[in-house]
């Protein structure tokens, strides 16, 4: 992984600024998830590492769905509840991750980094599908809804 490496796609864009930008930040955070990953090929995966990335993660889905949220309320976007939970699912994901490295951390001594690397896999795993999937899924309808609104709003 020398080379640049980015996980955006254009498919991925909503043509909302402030959300495009975000969804990009979160690309990052997968990428440096991912290069935690492949780094473990030189130097041990630490207990450190995988809890920053959940952190880092957490703070920011955190303040980006906050304004996603805000956006869906502003334009009275109709499935803004099954979204949510959507969001919410993903937020007690990461607990899930919180609670199975403190598995890890008990065995650690007797297994070594191997189990934390197996976390940071597991980890980098979800958030890449899930974010992609996101977007291209629930977040394109919403996106799509919105672009109706504003048509309908420039038509009167």
Known sequence: MNEKVNLWKPEYM???DIIDEQHKGFFDLCLKSAMLCESARNKPVQLSDVIHLIYDMRGYAFRHFFTEEALLLKYAYPKIY???SQHDIFLRTLQEFTAELHVEMAKAEKVGPEGFLAS?????GYLTNWWGEHILNTDQDYARFMREQKGKA???
């Open 154 to 156: 420039a038509k009167t």
């Open 82 to 84: 099954g979204h949510m």
């Open 120 to 124: 940071a896999n597991h980890i980098n």
């Open 14 to 16: 909503l043509d909302i």
